[in-house]
């Protein structure tokens, strides 16, 4: 990785972020295992045992992946990086639509204007890591084989 707009540094945030993110889908994984008829909850994903196993497990390998790679500088790490990053952009997207959609039910009267911009922010800021991956790899990926 050297170009000069990600270099090192880049390199080193989206293993933070990728090992961050490996950190909670493992967790969830454990948990799943733990308690398997306790339902975990990941945007659309509302899955208990295998399945919740397998929502956490198969990216939480992706992740690994992606991780090996960045350390060995390998050429499939870009395909492994973007969908690592579409698989959380989809579930940050979802649990934003979730939340939208269960704020009639539960009352516009607990929706201030400041829990608005503080929801906003956060969301703007946990997108912004995968984004910027997947846009890193979208430049990165080279369908034609070059």
Known sequence: MKETYFGRVGAWLT?????AMN????VGMAAAFRYPHQPIHLGFIHASGFVAVCATAIPAVCGLWALVG???N????PFVLLAFSAYWI??????????????????????TAWSWVIRAVTFGVMVACPAL????SLGKVSLSGR
């Open 70 to 72: 960045l350390l060995q």
């Open 90 to 111: 989809v579930i940050l997207v979802g649990a934003l639509l979730e939340a939208f959609w269960r704020l009639p039910a539960e009352g516009w009267g607990v929706a």
């Open 15 to 19: 293993g933070l972020w990728v090992g």
């Open 133 to 136: 991956v997947a846009r890193w």
């Open 74 to 77: 390998r050429r499939s790490t």
């Open 23 to 26: 950190v909670l889908l493992l």
